[in-house]
């Protein structure tokens, strides 16, 4: 508070002098209550964001495995298939030369 505000409060009877203090505590109050709030708030938001974390390190391996699997899977079907296809033109050529013989 300023040097005026306490001069200007000597003057003020006793009681508005409780009413100021009580105004004063009261705003300090809520003001303590939003920053406790925030701060609550804030601790909240970090241990998630550090559970999801962990969580993601946990699964990290899972994820890698799957990922593989995947990869594998994907290159056996392609394998199938261009052997598929070469077989299909083996015999397109077996038939040509038979067709020329």
Do not use: A, I, W
């Amino acid at each position: 508070r300023t040097e005026k505000e306490v001069k200007g409060e000597d003057k003020l009877n006793p009681f508005q002098k409780e009413n100021q203090d009580r105004e004063r505590t009261g705003k300090e109050s809520k003001e303590e209550e939003k920053l406790n709030l925030l701060q609550e708030e804030n601790q909240e938001r970090e241990r998630t964001e550090k559970e999801n974390k962990e969580e993601e390190k946990r699964n990290l391996p899972q994820k890698e495995n799957q990922d593989r699997e995947r990869t594998e899977k994907g290159n056996k079907e392609e394998e199938k298939l261009n052997s598929l296809m070469k077989e299909e033109q083996d015999n397109k050529l077996e038939s040509e030369e038979m067709l020329h013989e």
